[in-house]
Nanobody, 129 residues
Framework: QVQLVESGGGSVQSGGSLRLSCTASGFTTRRCLGWFRQAPDREREGVASIDGEGGITYADPAKGRFTISRDGAENTVYLDLNRLEPEDTAIYYC????????????????????????WGHGTQVTVSS
């Protein structure tokens, strides 16, 4: 059974940092993993992704502030959030590509050009000014 379990969210002041972790289990291959976020009253948006060979893509809001990395041995993906701003406040979701598309809010999302088939439950990040 595939599972994505996130940890590491919390509350910080503007300019602070957090590290999010997501451990993936139940996969037999190294899939593209990544992070999305959803702020109140906004659509879910992509943040960053890392494929099985370590290729990385960042969305514009993440460039220069967030770093995605992967521990292959543990099949864990990390997202280091630095220089956080109140606009980064959101629920952050870990996701994995492949499998049957798993819609959220009636929309299909993709990682590394492949539909997202698995989602974590999300972890809250709150940034105060």
């Amino acid at each position: 059974q595939v599972q994505l379990v996130e940890s590491g969210g919390g509350s910080v002041q503007s300019g602070g940092s957090l590290r999010l972790s997501c451990t993936a289990s139940g996969f037999t291959t190294r899939r593209c993993l990544g992070w999305f976020r959803q702020a109140p009253d906004r659509e879910r948006e992509g943040v960053a992704s890392i494929d099985g060979e370590g290729g990385i893509t960042y969305a514009d809001p993440a460039k220069g502030r967030f770093t995605i990395s992967r521990d292959g041995a543990e099949n864990t993906v990390y997202l280091d959030l630095n220089r956080l701003e109140p606009e980064d406040t959101a629920i952050y979701y870990c996701a994995a590509a492949g499998g049957a598309p798993a819609y959220r809010g009636g929309r299909q999302y993709a990682l590394c050009g492949v539909p997202v088939g698995y989602w974590g439950h999300g972890t809250q990040v709150t940034v105060s000014s």
